[in-house]
C-alpha cells in the first residue's frame, strides 16, 4: 500500500498496558494514514513511550478509566483537530490496516454516517468458539434492546463521519461503550453499513482479552447506563 495523505482523517488508538504491541501497530497504521492518536489509558508499561516513538500523537490519562473512555478523550481530539473521518483501531495487533479504506469508502461516497466492521462476515477471522458464542448472544442482545441489526457487536474498528462521531455520546467509561455506541446509532437514526473485516487472534491477543465472564458486567453496565440517559 502506497502512503496516502489524508489530513481529514485520524485514526484513534485506545491503549492500556500495549507497549509490547502498540508500537507495531502504530507505525503499520502511520505508513497509510498519517493522523494517529493513541490515548495511553493509564498504562504503568512504556505504551506511551512505544507509541510516540513510532509517530503518534499521546495523549495520556493519569489513571485507568476504561476503553470508553478513552475512545471519548481521542476523538474529542481528533474532532478538534480538525478531522473529517475518525476511525477507531485497537491497539493489540488484531485489526488489519487494509481493512481501513473499505471501512472509510461508503463514509466519503455519501452512502453512511457510521461503518461498522464485522469479523463474522470476513471468512478469514479465526475467531475462537468460545469467544464466537459469547458475541453471538451479544447480537441477539443488541437487536432486542436497541433495535439496530448487526452481525458483529463488540468491533473496535469503525469509521464515523465528522458528523456522526460529534453526535453519539459516549458516556460508558468501560466496555460496555461499545453497546452504547450501536444504541446510540439507533436512537440518532444514523445511516450505518457492516463491512467484512478480518481479527487475527494471536496468543497475546488471546490473552490480553476480555474474560467472558466480563460479558456480565457489561450488560449490566450498559442497562444501567441506558436507564440514566
Given at each position: ?9 485520524c485514526v484513534v488508538i485506545p491503549a492500556f498496558n ?66 473529517q473521518i475518525v476511525v477507531t483501531f485497537d491497539s ?128 449490566w453496565d450498559f442497562l444501567i447506563g441506558k436507564w440514566?440517559?
Open positions: 500500500m502506497k502512503p496516502t495523505s489524508q489530513p481529514s482523517l500495549e507497549g509490547r504491541s502498540v508500537g507495531n501497530v502504530v507505525g503499520k497504521v502511520k505508513e497509510v494514514y498519517p493522523h494517529v492518536v493513541v490515548v495511553d489509558d493509564g498504562s504503568n508499561d512504556d505504551t506511551a513511550l512505544q507509541s510516540r516513538a513510532a509517530g503518534a500523537v499521546v495523549l495520556s490519562h493519569i489513571l485507568n478509566r476504561g476503553q470508553g473512555a478513552a475512545l471519548k478523550t481521542g476523538i474529542d481530539y481528533a474532532l478538534g483537530a480538525g478531522a493489540d495487533g488484531q485489526h488489519q490496516v487494509e481493512d481501513i479504506a473499505p471501512m472509510i469508502a461508503p463514509i466519503l461516497g455519501g452512502a453512511a454516517d457510521v461503518a461498522l466492521g464485522s469479523r463474522f462476515r470476513s471468512p478469514e477471522s479465526n475467531v475462537p468458539p468460545l469467544r464466537k458464542f459469547i458475541l453471538k448472544c451479544g447480537i441477539v442482545f443488541t437487536r432486542l434492546v436497541s433495535r439496530i441489526h448487526v452481525t458483529d457487536t463488540h468491533n473496535g474498528l469503525r469509521a464515523f463521519s465528522r458528523d456522526a462521531a460529534s453526535r453519539i455520546e459516549i458516556r460508558q467509561d468501560r466496555m460496555a461503550h461499545a453497546s452504547e455506541i450501536l444504541d446510540e446509532i439507533g436512537r440518532l437514526k444514523l445511516r450505518y453499513c457492516e463491512v467484512p473485516v478480518r481479527v487475527v487472534y494471536s496468543d497475546y491477543a488471546v490473552k490480553k482479552g476480555q474474560r467472558s465472564s466480563a460479558a456480565f458486567r457489561i450488560i440514566e440517559r
